[in-house]
């Protein structure tokens, strides 16, 4: 099955400063969705962009996409103490799987 | 009014015992998921089912097996666990097919330690 991967694999930042992860894939999708996990809960869907879409924001969440080169990437800007957890990419397939994130802090 | 519930949330057991977890939505969903997340992350599917059916069966021993009474309802038995089992497991939900490639909603998962 296709499944994302998600780098860098760790990122720490300060609150208030951006963070950018990126997600490769190999094969031609239809869409890509972005999901975020906090520790010790489920994923939660944040955004799902399309193959014929560049690029889509949510909040402060700014997605984009480059089919030709197979890679999405996810921008949180103004980042907070709340936005620290792990970040995943997953491609659209009839087995829907996943990397193995990048796994953010947000320091204070 | 949670979503996607799954039950127990810790499952402490030891090897060569037979443990079940169960899945509900009240979402109006038609397909279900199990998941596992090993210690390393990567969350793979293990199964699906779409209005009960059985839609995905990956490369799971067979000592795994779902059972979907309902279309809301999908739970994981499994028996002899092995230490290799323990993992975080997660239930999930689509409204549609699995083809549909729809948004997932995920239940809060079920750590299984195996000892």
């Known amino acids: 099955s296709q499944q994302g991967e998600e780098d860098p694999q760790a990122l720490s930042i300060q609150e208030g400063e951006n963070a950018t992860m990126n997600c490769s894939y190999k094969t031609s999708i239809n869409n890509l969705q972005w999901y975020r996990q906090n520790s010790g809960r489920g994923l939660v869907h944040l955004i799902l962009?399309?193959?014929?879409?560049r690029e889509k924001h949510s909040g402060r969440l700014r997605v984009t996409l480059d089919t030709s080169k197979k890679s999405s990437s996810l921008l949180i800007t103004a980042s907070r103490a709340a936005d620290t957890a792990s970040y995943f990419c997953?491609?659209?397939?009839?087995?829907?799987?996943f990397g193995a994130g990048t796994t953010v802090t947000v320091r204070a | 009014d949670t979503a996607v519930s799954q039950t127990p949330k810790y499952l402490v057991t030891q090897m060569g015992n037979d443990k079940s977890i169960k899945c509900e939505q009240n979402?109006?969903?038609?397909?279900m998921y199990w998941y596992k997340q090993d210690s390393k992350k990567f969350l793979k599917i293990m199964f699906s089912y779409n209005n009960k059916e059985l839609i995905i069966n990956e490369t799971v021993p067979n000592r795994f097996s779902p059972k979907s009474p309902d279309k809301a309802h999908l739970n994981l038995h499994i028996n002899s666990l092995e230490l290799g089992d323990s993992a975080v497991y997660f239930c999930a939900s689509t409204p549609g097919s699995p083809v549909a490639n729809e948004k997932l909603f995920f239940g809060s998962g079920t750590q299984l330690s195996v000892l």
């Open positions: 979402l109006g969903h038609d397909t």
């Open positions: 997953a491609t659209d397939s009839l087995k829907l799987s």
């Open positions: 962009i399309r193959s014929n879409e």
